[in-house]
């Protein structure tokens, strides 16, 4: 059953510092795509190439926004509240009124992310009266745009948030490529990593559905299902990264970078559908294509949109400005993998995981080369509250050499749901693509192999519990494709 849209009129909001709960209207309407792209296709641009005649218009666009009456439905904290009440579990999933909703972590990410900047893109030309003004694009994969656009660091412009992290501004740049925790002073290097990170979450850990866009959530489901390869990784480490308000996903969208940041998010989706090498198509499961959510439109109506309504961004009016894909041609170093301390606990499962682990994992026969060998972390419990993260690795069972397979990053949130006692504990899911690391250190099939669980946090003590490890089979392009 397909997640279908929330009732608005019961909000659950927070019992201190925020209440985003989503302005109601009795009259919702249905969305409706056009029959046909538009002749001309609106171009979003990379943030870091625009000219100063684009940056005075949003600039102007986002200022006249957070001029609006607090509770006008496109005021720049109501936009803002859109993204809390979804991300943050304040209202349920229509018809199981036990089950919240939540819409990261899973198959709907990607698109319904999409829908939220269409509609806020809309907002912004209606104000400055340009119904072909488009959002940019953070060129965060890029070497030229690794750090924050200069248009978001003029304290005297709309665009500014004063919670960004002071030690992050330019021309610092991000470093979602580091493998050992701590930043790398060599901007050289440290762009590779970033490059060889994105080959990795675009490509060779990312050639099933499931891998890139995410699990399968469907209606009455718990929050468990498994984020895809981009939300888990870049997407959240640059959330961090950025600031205070970006650091949380109940504000993060007060942050007018949120939405070239996401922007980014989206042209991924776009990317990997047309990378080389196989097919790389969105589902076609009903439960995903007809799962339902409320925005205001442009138009000031309360609008229902599927999420088959979003699947081509022609279909919407807009396109990407071509830039040069830099990671296509920086594939992962995977031999040149870590030495791992043989010192690690090996230990059975589930474990805290409040130190460095191994664990012996049975590494399947792969019969078939249409097979993708998959890691599945089950059973990760921890405080919503709290940033969790660590990198896993794999390796063989004679060697401390080990190859990076991915991270677990979560996006913490800054709420206490009214009525809610002691922590907010949440249970998911990580997914990642291990069979190029499997070819490239030549680990045997039909054996066994050593997972190494790192945990890495700045953020005080990190208290997460693993349930489980086991590596599976999956078709390289999941079944019920597009």
Known sequence: MPVGTPDLSHCQPFSNETNCCIINSTNIVDFKLPDKPPETLRVRPAAHLVD??????????TKLMKSLPFNHPWNFIQQANVHCAYCDGIYNQSNFPNMTLEVHGSWLFFPWHRMYLHFHEKILGKLIGDENFTLPFWNWDSAE??????????????????????NHKPPNILNYGFLDGRSNNNM???????????YRIMVSGAKTTELFLGGPYRAGDDESSSAGSVEIEAHSYIHLWTGDDMSSFTTSARDAIFYAHHSNIDRMWELWKGLPGGKRSSYNDT??????????DENLQLVRIRVRDVVDTKMLGYVYQEVPIQWLSTPPKVRDGEEM????????????????????????ERKMESMEEVLVVDGIEFDARVHVVFDVYV??????????????????????????????????????GLTDLVEELRLERGGRVVVTLVPRSDRGVMKVK????RVQLSTKVAFGCL
């Open 188 to 198: 050289t290097r440290q762009i590779e990593a970033n490059l060889r990170v994105m």
């Open 466 to 469: 693993v349930g489980g490890i």
């Open 145 to 166: 745009g690794m750090e924050i656009p200069s248009m978001y660091t003029d304290a005297n412009s709309s665009l500014f948030d004063n919670t960004r992290w002071k």
């Open 287 to 296: 439960d995903w294509l007809d799962s339902a959510f409320l925005f205001w």
């Open 341 to 364: 301390s043989s010192a690690f606990s090996l230990v059975e499962l589930p474990v805290m995981l409040d130190s460095a682990v191994n664990i012996n994992v049975e590494l399947p």
């Open 52 to 61: 100063k005649e684009y940056i005075l218009k949003y600039a102007n666009a």
């Open 395 to 432: 390796g063989g069972s004679g060697t401390s050499r080990k190859g990076f397979a991915g991270r677990f990053d979560h996006v913490p949130v800054k709420k206490w749901k009214k009525g809610a006692i002691g922590s907010l504990l949440v249970r998911k899911r990580l997914v990642l």
